[in-house]
């Protein structure tokens, strides 16, 4: 049973428009929720995280969304840039552990 | 400040050969952990240690050890290598609830 879940393998967006990438999760005891952006052959590395508590949080061009009613989260890249092609992985992490619960990734493809 | 590093970064096995990946930060953090990803299975937590000299089961430990030499250093092991362990493994790190990764080793075990 997948705890976190990324339902778009893919998506192709181009250059300069708005990337939204979602997830939903399952878990209400998860407190915080990050987004990992990896490139081919390197560690994924972090891009931005929102605590449970807040529905919004944002970092120049990336802002990401929590829905607790819903529980959903999405990650908006806006303008995209070709330098953003890689895949990105939501995590949620629970209450009092220091273990993160990785969805499955959605590749996106900032194209000219 | 290397960050996390692990060696080696590829490494070809043959089916019920051992092997120990190697993981080292320099962030002075107290929590380490080991990932294994799959296509289309994201990251999922192998094994992970919250402090020098604890070690706990992730989502998929079986098949594997771990070894928390100390603060720095966290290393995976492989007994008997198994096809089904050819995958990229990462290790990470975090002071709070963000974690920071090596650049992964590449195993194929044949």
């Known amino acids: 049973d997948q705890q976190v879940k990324q339902n778009s393998p893919s998506l192709s967006v181009q250059e300069g428009r708005i990337s939204i990438l979602n997830c939903d999760y399952t878990?209400?005891?998860?407190?915080?929720f990050l987004w990992y952006k990896k490139y081919p052959a390197e560690g994924p590395t972090f891009l931005i995280s929102?605590?449970?508590?807040?529905d919004k949080n944002e970092d120049g061009r990336f802002t990401v969304f929590l829905n607790k009613s819903a529980k959903h989260l999405s990650l908006h890249i806006v303008p995209s840039q070709p330098g953003d092609s890689a895949v990105y992985f939501c995590?949620?992490?629970?209450?009092?552990?220091?273990?993160?619960?990785f969805g499955t990734g959605t590749r996106l493809q900032v194209f000219p | 400040n290397a960050g996390v590093t692990q060696t080696p970064k590829f490494q070809v096995l043959k089916t019920g050969q051992s092997m120990t990946l190697q993981c080292a930060q320099d962030?002075?953090?107290?929590?380490m952990y080991w990932y294994r990803q799959d296509p289309g299975m994201g990251l999922r937590l192998i094994y992970y240690?919250?402090?020098?000299?604890?070690?706990d089961k992730g989502e998929v430990p079986n098949g594997y050890n771990v070894s928390r030499l100390n603060k720095r250093e966290f290393s995976l092991r492989l007994e008997s290598a198994a096809p089904s362990q050819t995958s990229v493994y990462f290790c990470?790190?975090?002071?709070?609830?963000?974690?920071?990764f090596g650049p992964g080793t590449r195993l194929t075990v044949t």
């Open positions: 962030m002075n953090h107290n929590s």
């Open positions: 240690s919250a402090s020098e000299g604890t070690t």
């Open positions: 995590a949620a992490r629970s209450i009092n552990t220091d273990k993160l619960i």
């Open positions: 878990n209400s005891m998860f407190d915080y």
């Open positions: 929102i605590s449970s508590i807040k």
């Open positions: 990470a790190s975090s002071a709070a609830h963000e974690q920071y």
